[in-house]
Nanobody, 124 residues
Framework: QVQLVESGGGLVQAGDSLRLSCAVSGRTITQDSMGWFRQAPGKERAFVAAISWNAGSTYYADSVKGRFTISRDNAKNTVFLQMNSLKPEDTAVYYC?????????????????WGQGTQVTVSS
């Protein structure tokens, strides 16, 4: 059984940083592209960032470009999201997912395994 477990969320102030982790068990992700999405209250789940299997390519939503960095450690079967210069509008539940299909990186329907999410709250 494939499981994705996010951690690292919390309550921070605007301008602070957080590093989210996504530990995967049940399969190796060495050949998998991975992504992060987020869902704010009352809003649809939105793409944040994605990374190719070998970290050769990364993709970001315009709203986080230059502030967030996605990375991975295949030896640890873990994906990370470094979030700097956090803003109140970054407040959301953040989800890690495995890209199981070959379509666009920013579409949630291209991902087949999802974690339970971790809450990030940024106060002003």
């Amino acid at each position: 059984q494939v499981q994705l477990v996010e951690s690292g969320g919390g309550l921070v102030q605007a301008g602070d940083s957080l590093r989210l982790s996504c530990a995967v068990s049940g399969r190796t992700i060495t050949q998998d592209s991975m992504g992060w999405f987020r869902q704010a209250p009352g809003k649809e789940r939105a793409f944040v960032a994605a990374i190719s299997w070998n970290a050769g390519s990364t993709y970001y939503a315009d709203s986080v470009k230059g502030r967030f960095t996605i990375s991975r450690d295949n030896a640890k079967n873990t994906v990370f999201l470094q979030m700097n210069s956090l803003k109140p509008e970054d407040t959301a539940v953040y989800y890690c997912a495995r890209r199981g299909y070959g379509g666009r990186y920013d579409l949630s329907n291209q991902y087949d395994y999802w974690g339970q999410g971790t809450q990030v709250t940024v106060s002003s």
